[in-house]
């Protein structure tokens, strides 16, 4: 099947690991050109030399009020284009609630929530008929998770925020999505499952809850990423996509 994402410009975000860079793998595998990024610029310059010409590593963070249009101008400059934005940021702190402080939330609020809401309506001013802007976001916006009080607080209200972006862009041909990871095998997924003291009693307990029995793989997700955000897609808007394996109990 093609995606129809060959010489399309997205920037992904928080893709130097995990998740961002499984999507941005897959992107660019179809044929896609991309700017990526990590809070190191030494970093983010090595994975984009590793992804090959057609990815451009840029350092930047979220929670930055000037990143946005740096973004869109260094895809327009690079790749001569700009047609979807897919946000991602690293997990914020683990903890209950009476573990974390206001510092805490002050920061996940400003790179998690704000950060992105930023980036997404950036997007919107500038993004073309068929473009698209996607959201890397959790299960726990469907389903709180326990040990987990910060995303559980963010995650749903960033979903309810894509919803209403999608209702004001529709009419512009543009699209807004939602991936709802739950448990992918990257670095943080084996971090949580550390927290427990058993991380390898913890991932059998976890993959046991799973209908599929197993962790995600980021390929999996990254594939699942580049369908959503690419033409193929096309008639998907204001939807939030578990990929999970069927962890999630709601229909």
Do not use: C
């Not at 129809?4 to 897959?26: C, F, P, Q, S, W």
């Not at 999505?177 to 427990?196: H, K, M, N, Q, Y």
Request: charged share 20%; glycine share 12%; no cysteine.
């Amino acid at each position: 099947m093609d995606l129809g994402l060959k010489d399309r410009v997205y920037i992904v975000t928080g893709a130097t690991r995990g998740l961002g860079l499984a999507a941005a793998r897959e992107l660019i595998a179809d044929g896609a050109k991309t700017v990526i990024t990590g809070r190191d610029a030494d970093t983010a310059a090595a994975v984009a030399a590793d992804l090959g010409p057609n990815a451009a590593g840029v350092a930047a963070d979220n929670a930055d009020p000037e990143v946005a249009t740096r973004l869109i101008t260094t895809a327009r400059e690079r790749f001569s284009g700009f047609d979807g934005v897919l946000i991602s940021v690293g997990g914020p702190p683990a903890g209950l609630t009476t573990d974390i402080t206001d510092a805490q939330w002050q920061a996940a609020f400003d790179s998690v929530f704000l950060g992105a809401v930023r980036l997404a309506r950036a997007a919107a001013e500038q993004l073309p008929s068929g473009g698209v802007i996607g959201f890397v976001l959790s299960g726990s916006v469907r389903e709180p998770i326990p040990g987990l009080t910060v995303s559980n607080g963010l995650r749903p209200g960033l979903a309810g925020f894509a919803k209403s972006l999608s209702l004001e862009v529709g009419p512009r041909g543009i699209r807004v999505v939602g991936l709802l990871p739950a448990r992918i095998d990257t670095d943080r997924v084996r971090e949580l499952d550390s927290l427990s003291g058993d991380a390898e009693a913890s991932r059998e307990r976890n993959a046991a809850a799973i209908p599929l029995r197993r962790y995600g793989t980021p390929e999996e997700f990254g594939k699942a990423a580049a369908f959503l955000l690419s033409p193929a897609a096309s008639y998907l808007t204001g939807l939030m996509l578990p990929v999970d394996g069927g962890a999630l109990h709601n229909i």
